[in-house]
């Protein structure tokens, strides 16, 4: 699929955009997910999309209060690991979604 350069222009702003909401509160899916749908981007391609945006700010977020002895990681063990098998099996069914 190949997008104009006036769409794909929209949809970096939408990603500012998108970008500036998670840093304050959250949600910035809300916006993203349907300005991909929005332009023909195939739903599974979308999230995927979405949740790749969503990884490095929750990893730049994770990183920060690591370094700072807010988390430990070794009493997450456990979180991690249902967060890896839950986000596998979402994967799993969202490649359903037509």
Not at 9 to 22: H, K, P, Q, R, T
């Amino acid at each position: 699929m190949e997008l104009e350069v006036g769409i794909l222009v929209i949809l970096g702003l939408c990603a500012f955009v998108a970008g500036f909401v998670d840093s304050i509160a959250g949600g910035g899916g809300l916006i993203t997910i349907p300005a991909l749908l929005a332009v023909g981007i195939p739903p599974a391609q979308a999230l995927g999309t979405n949740k790749l945006q969503a990884t490095f700010g929750s990893f730049s977020a994770t990183l920060y209060f690591w370094r700072r002895g807010y988390i430990e990681l070794a009493e997450m063990k456990g979180a991690i690991l249902a967060v890896f098998i839950a986000s596998s099996v979402g994967t799993i069914f969202v490649q359903f979604i037509d």
